[in-house]
């Protein structure tokens, strides 16, 4: 691999990076419901960026799939209190850096090796995220030891919920569009809302709204699935 090939992959690992603090950043700013529900919004960035980045033929139905999804981001705004919009704008920006850097991924990765990319990545977000953790207001804590009840979670999260998923999500890339990767990971909101609720009682701070958003969200990018799936090269 080329040191110009090295490079953008780690540029894309800070892209990465961001989404990261902008994702982690919603959930206490809001809860994780509202930041989850923010990245079924993503495949209405992808539908747009894709065809700038990758060079590929735009597509007016994904357009109009995002189009169709405005009425539910309206509606997750209006059910969700007035205290967590931040953590709400928040969301909608880790959206659209996920979108980005999906995009980018798709466009680079055909002759690169999943493994080996998701390595430079994650380094290069991981360094970029050391880096200005020193310019956090608690830096007098940094870095903080969890506690080894928190190391085995962290690991889970890192290994089986991050690492792992990064590569297969590289792997698939090599065989559907960025729009098509980020529809499925559009399904996340569904398992999280109920998990939140399960574990937190985070329904008690959202009302009907935030619910009937979500659905017609998920119900306008499903249905590019179930109108059939497109060549990622078309």
């Known amino acids: 691999m080329s040191r110009r090939t090295v490079a953008v992959f780690a540029s894309i690992g800070i892209v990465i990076a961001l989404h990261w603090l902008a994702f982690f950043g919603a959930i206490k700013a809001a809860n994780a419901s509202v930041a989850v529900s923010c ?3 993503a495949p209405v960035f992808t539908a747009l960026l894709e065809p700038l980045l990758t060079r590929s033929r735009f597509h007016w139905r994904d357009l109009l799939i995002g189009i169709a999804a405005i009425p539910g981001v309206l509606l997750v705004v209006g059910g969700t209190p007035s ?3 931040g953590g709400l704008a928040a969301g909608l920006m880790s959206a659209g850096l996920a979108a980005l850097f999906a995009t980018l991924n798709k466009r680079h990765l055909q002759s690169a090796d999943p493994l080996t990319v998701t390595a430079i990545e994650l380094a290069a977000g991981t360094a970029f995220l050391t880096m200005i953790a020193c310019w956090m207001p608690d830096v007098d804590s940094f870095p903080a030891l969890p506690p080894w009840r928190d190391v085995w979670l962290l690991l889970v999260l890192a290994l089986l919920c991050t690492l792992l998923p990064f ?3 590289f792997r698939a890339l090599r065989h559907i569009s960025a ?3 980020q529809l499925a990971c559009s399904l ?3 398992y999280a809302i109920g998990l939140a609720a399960l574990l937190f009682n985070e329904q008690r701070d959202l009302d009907w ?3 009937a958003g979500v659905l017609v ?3 306008a990018v499903l249905a590019q699935a179930l109108s059939g799936s497109r060549a990622p090269s078309a």
Do not use: D, K, N
């Open 209 to 211: 709204r935030f619910y």
């Open 217 to 219: 969200i998920l119900t």
């Open 188 to 190: 996340e909101p569904v």
């Open 179 to 181: 729009f098509s990767c």
């Open 83 to 85: 205290g967590m919009r």
């Open 167 to 169: 590569v297969l999500v």
């Open 39 to 41: 990245l079924a919004v």
